[in-house]
């Protein structure tokens, strides 16, 4: 069994649409620490965090509420560090740029390990833009592009262990700009959208990428935003983009991390639980949270929503 420790970080700077502050605490009220302690695991929850000090940001700024951001980095990546060290760090979102904290903190301690990191990344959108390319200004879409250590995150944390491109894997792409796919294609980032998910299966290319982790005695960060779901079964995220991973493609995925027992980090992310309709958002992160650390088919509560 697991030491698991909860982190709430309630960030709501990496874009303009409000609400993604609220999410730690919806995850707490949907029932995680029971979820998880039921399966047997320690559970330890650290409570929310703040920005570290940082200058005031200038409303109308070309880039929404950086200096915030950049706060929020400098947080995480201390408290991702210390908690990788621990235990198993979930890290409660939260908009997505969350993530460039959380796993540039736990990029750290693998490196202090000895050991490769990798990020499996869950998403309708690769995050590879830089601070220089996004046209929105919205953070929340820069994560990879920093973790990765491409250049124009001045004033974020430096970074003393970047993650290597073909250590990170994205499945569920469906939303990906010109600029972006042009700067994708020229990575060794592992990619796979949504209509190969349909042609071929989400096991095959998720299967490929855990043994490679397994080969390089890696450790695994899993970042796992509420878009990668269809919004049909997952409304509560400002970024809606049809034609997302189903309810069981979404728990597939989290019992075959279960089963690899590589997975060490992990983040719930872009949860706006003012755009959820009676919690059925938040409580389907927190049942594939479940699946990801250990409860199986037949232990699945049935919901009711009516």
């Given amino acids: 069994m697991a030491n698991i420790i909860l982190i709430g970080a309630p960030v709501d700077s990496g874009k303009r649409r409000a609400g993604c502050l609220m999410g730690p605490d919806a995850y707490r ?46 947080r995480l990546v201390r408290v991702a560090q210390d908690a990788a060290a621990t235990g198993v760090p979930i890290f409660l ?15 750290r301690h693998a490196a202090s390990l000895g050991r490769p990191q990798f ?6 959108h690769s995050d590879f833009h830089t601070p220089a ?22 004033g974020f944390p ?39 998910i349909d042609e071929t299966g989400i096991a095959r290319p998720l299967s490929a990428f855990l043994e490679r982790v397994r080969a390089a005695n890696g450790v695994l960060h899993v ?5 990668f779901l269809d919004p049909g079964i997952a409304p509560a995220v400002g970024t809606t983009v049809p034609g997302g991973a189903t309810i069981r493609e979404g728990h597939l995925v989290m019992e075959m991390l279960h089963d690899s027992g590589l997975l060490t980090s992990m983040d719930l992310v872009e949860l706006n639980p003012f755009l959820d309709e009676r ?28």
Wanted: hydrophobic share 40%; aromatic share 4%; proline share 4%.
């Fill in 93 to 107: 979102g939260g908009d997505h740029s969350m993530s460039l904290g959380s796993v540039a903190g736990v990029a």
């Fill in 279 to 306: 919690g059925r958002t938040a409580q389907l992160m927190v049942d594939l949270c479940a699946s990801a650390l250990g409860r199986r088919v037949f232990d699945r509560p049935t919901r009711a929503y009516a």
């Fill in 223 to 227: 970042s796992l935003d509420v878009d």
């Fill in 119 to 124: 990020v499996l990344w869950l998403d309708a």
């Fill in 133 to 154: 390319t996004t046209e929105s200004g919205n953070l929340h879409g820069t994560p990879v592009a920093y973790v990765t250590g491409q250049p124009g995150f001045a």
């Fill in 29 to 74: 009220t949907a029932g995680l620490t029971r979820a998880l302690g039921d399966l047997g695991h320690k559970v330890q929850d650290w409570g929310n965090l703040t920005p570290a000090s940082h200058q005031a940001d200038t409303p109308g700024d070309r880039i929404h509420a950086l200096n915030e951001t950049i706060g929020w980095t400098h």
């Fill in 158 to 196: 430096e970074l003393s262990a970047p993650v290597p491109q073909d250590q990170v894997c994205m499945i569920g792409l469906r939303s990906v700009d010109a600029g972006e796919r042009a700067m994708l294609e020229g990575t060794a980032i592992h990619r796979h959208d949504m209509r190969e």
